[in-house]
């Protein structure tokens, strides 16, 4: 059964980077069945999907409109894990952190393997 | 503003009936089969619960169901129980004009039971 460890600082200065990584067992991040989002949650409760990345063959990653500019997700096959970084934080970027596995469930697109959640507070 | 509109809240008393609604467009719900649903309790990860429109998970009692129609998804729990209390977020792959696709989650609906 996957399960997923994130970890990362929870507290981020504003104007600075939020880094975050997940680290994946039970299942390979090169796996050709899975994919590896990254969700937030606001501290009003709206979730918000801010990318993913899979294997198929090659490397695939695709962002949220509303973070692209300011988003990477990269897959780290030497420690099986995945990792998300967002620059120049500002407080509207204080949420709660999913990394989220795809590819449990024989559904499509479905969010099936949750991490327990990192809290990230970017100060005003 | 989240894409999918959700009511905020909904109620029932237990062994009661309730359904909630994911209303989107003709480029995310009413356009492809790839809805799905989540519970989640306070101060916990989301839980899927139903997939691609109506679809159950093992270990997802069958009072949980799902359907659609048009550009609107629905959730149904049959037979509340105490446990259900909770909110309920919709969640869907979408078509977009700047990358190649995109996916959209509901504003969240709080259920209580009565």
């Known amino acids: 059964q996957v399960q997923l460890q994130q970890s990362g600082p929870g507290l981020v200065k504003p104007s600075q980077t939020l880094s975050l990584s997940c680290a994946i067992s039970?299942?390979?991040?090169?796996?050709?069945?899975?994919?590896w989002n990254w969700i937030r949650q606001s501290p009003s409760g709206g979730l918000e999907w801010l990318g993913r990345?899979?294997?198929?063959?090659?490397?695939?990653?695709d962002y949220a409109v509303s973070v692209k500019s300011r988003i990477t997700i990269n897959p780290d096959t030497s420690r099986n894990q995945f990792s998300l970084q967002l620059n120049s934080v500002t407080p509207e970027d204080t949420a709660v952190y999913y990394c989220?596995?795809?590819?449990?469930?024989?559904?499509?697109?479905?969010?099936?393997?949750w991490g327990r959640g990192t809290t990230v507070t970017v100060p005003s | 503003q989240s894409a999918l509109t959700q009511p905020r809240s909904v109620s029932g008393s237990p062994g009661q009936s309730v359904t909630i609604s994911c209303a989107g467009t003709?480029?995310?719900?009413?356009?492809?089969?790839?809805v799905s649903w989540y519970q989640q309790h306070p101060g916990k990860a989301p839980k899927v619960i139903i997939y691609?429109?109506?679809k159950r998970p093992s270990g997802v009692p069958d009072r949980f169901s799902g359907s659609k129609s048009g550009n609107t998804a629905s959730l149904t729990i049959s037979g509340l129980q105490g446990e259900d209390e909770a909110d309920y977020y919709c969640f869907s792959y979408a078509d977009s004009y700047v990358v190649r696709y995109t996916f959209e989650f509901g504003g969240g609906t709080k259920l209580t039971v009565l």
């Open positions: 691609d429109v109506n």
């Open positions: 990345t899979f294997y198929r063959s090659k490397w695939y990653i």
């Open positions: 039970g299942d390979s991040v090169s796996s050709q069945s899975a994919a």
């Open positions: 003709s480029s995310d719900v009413g356009a492809y089969n790839w």
């Open positions: 989220v596995g795809e590819g449990y469930v024989s559904g499509t697109y479905v969010l099936a393997a």
